[in-house]
T-cell receptor
Framework: DQQVKQNSPSLSVQEGRISILNCDYT??????FLWYKKYPAEGPTFLIS???IKDKNEDGRFTVFLNKSAKHLSLHIVPSQPGDSAVYFC????????????WGAGTKLIIKP | DTAVSQTPKYLVTQMGNDKSIKCEQN?????MYWYKQDSKKFLKIMFS???????INETVPNRFSPKSPDKAHLNLHINSLELGDSAVYFC?????????????FGPGTRLLVL
């Protein structure tokens, strides 16, 4: 039973355009959401997060939007750069689980020059 | 000055062998984790230790035994390796508590069981 779903295994975007990565979740008790970025042969690295009390968090080119009623979050990257090509994981957590992260399967983002 | 390091990076071994993977973090974190990334690329938590105490122990065969000699180290020992154990194993660390869910990952250990 996947509690965090990333339904697009891959996404291809032109350099300079906006990349939008989507994530859906089923557990309404999740109260904190994170995006991680992973390059090949490396471990995931933290990118940006959002608390359930907010609907938007921005950090430079990266913005995460949270729609609690739809149980959906998205990561926007503007403008997309070649170095953004990586696998992006969505993760969620709640206090009852000892802050255990529940991960999506990842979306591979390819930025085309 | 790597934050979270794992050794070895690659491990090729025969079925039935026993092997260990080591993890060390120099971030001063109080919690460490082991994850398995399976063939479908899902990251699944295996174990979590806080201050050397086991706090998360997912359904993992008891052939897998974590050992935390101190807060900065969490090693993973695997007995009687099976083909299905082939995967990438990631160690991670963080502080425990609200707002500290950001985990820092090691580079992974690629285990291949033949």
């Amino acid at each position: 039973d996947q509690q965090v779903k990333q339904n697009s295994p891959s996404l291809s975007v032109q350099e300079g355009r906006i990349s939008i990565l989507n994530c859906d979740y089923t557990n309404s008790m999740f109260d904190y959401f994170l995006w991680y970025k992973k390059y090949p042969a490396e471990g995931p690295t933290f990118l940006i997060s959002i608390s359930s009390i907010k609907d938007k968090n921005e950090d430079g080119r990266f913005t995460v939007f949270l729609n609690k009623s739809a149980k959906h979050l998205s990561l926007h990257i503007v403008p997309s750069q070649p170095g953004d090509s990586a696998v992006y994981f969505c993760a969620a957590t709640e206090v009852r689980s000892n802050y255990q992260l529940i991960w999506g399967a990842g979306t591979k983002l390819i930025i085309k020059p | 000055d790597t934050a979270v390091s794992q050794t070895p990076k690659y491990l090729v071994t025969q079925m039935g062998n026993d092997k260990s993977i080591k993890c060390e973090q120099n971030l001063g974190h109080d919690t460490m984790y082991w994850y398995k990334q399976d063939s479908k690329k899902f990251l699944k938590i295996m174990f979590s230790y806080n201050n050397k105490e086991l706090i998360i122990n997912e359904t993992v065969p008891n052939r897998f035994s974590p050992k935390s000699p101190d807060k900065a180290h969490l090693n993973l020992h695997i007995n009687s390796l099976e083909l299905g154990d082939s995967a990438v194993y990631f160690c991670a660390s963080s502080h425990l508590g609200r707002g500290q869910e950001t985990q820092y990952f090691g580079p992974g250990t690629r285990l291949l069981v033949l």
